[in-house]
């Protein structure tokens, strides 16, 4: 197990790594407790979706992450926003840094490569991402739906803003209970 790194010191080895492909990034932080304060950062960062794979392998260099979620997120228009979590040196009391990772996928190009081979636990969120989003993971071996059902249409995303899923849903899932029962 390695020392813990402070979030300047992370962002200047991705900064090294990504170049201008890391887009922006902001150091947040945290006190916490009565008696003993203590301080947790977080880090932000806004990347060129190119360099995702890179990324993930500079936080390998520096500790074994902690997955702590990915998510997408569709406002409706040219590409869904990614979100990736991540937990450094979280076996270091007190030491864990959390790294946010986002990026916009354009949606006539939802391809991503996997990280499962460096991370076999993130299988079960790149499923769920596939199947919710429509993103496709180059290297994702297994495909087959988790919430789904199997006979489920290819094509349809439930989490889409730009999707109505089968023509015979009762519910769209991105719209409220008003605004179907209004018809729109």
């Known amino acids: 197990m390695r020392e813990s790194m402070s979030a300047e010191e992370v962002l200047k080895r991705l900064q ?3 170049g201008e492909a890391l887009l922006s990034h902001e150091v947040r932080e945290y006190t916490m407790g009565v008696r003993r304060k203590r301080t947790y950062q977080e880090l932000w960062i806004e990347i060129d979706p190119k ?7 500079v936080m390998f260099e520096l500790d074994y992450p902690h997955l702590h979620f990915i998510t997408g997120e569709d406002d409706g228009g ?3 926003r990614m979100v990736y979590s991540f937990g450094l040196f979280w076996a270091v009391p007190w030491g864990e840094l959390s790294i946010t990772m986002r990026f916009n996928l354009p949606k006539d190009n939802l391809v991503l490569p996997t990280i499962t081979d460096l991370m076999p636990g993130a299988e079960t969120n790149e499923r769920e991402i596939r199947e919710m989003l429509g993103v496709e993971f180059e ?6 739906h988790l919430f789904l059902p199997d006979d ?3 094509g349809k995303y439930p989490w889409r803003k730009d999707e109505y899923g089968v ?6 899932t991105h719209k409220s209970v008003n605004e179907i029962r209004r018809g729109e």
């Open 16 to 18: 090294d790594a990504l």
């Open 51 to 57: 360099a995702f794979r890179r990324a993930v392998e």
């Open 78 to 80: 040219d590409s869904l």
């Open 139 to 144: 290297g994702l071996k297994n495909k087959r």
């Open 152 to 154: 489920w249409p290819e």
């Open 167 to 172: 023509e015979d849903m009762v519910k769209h």
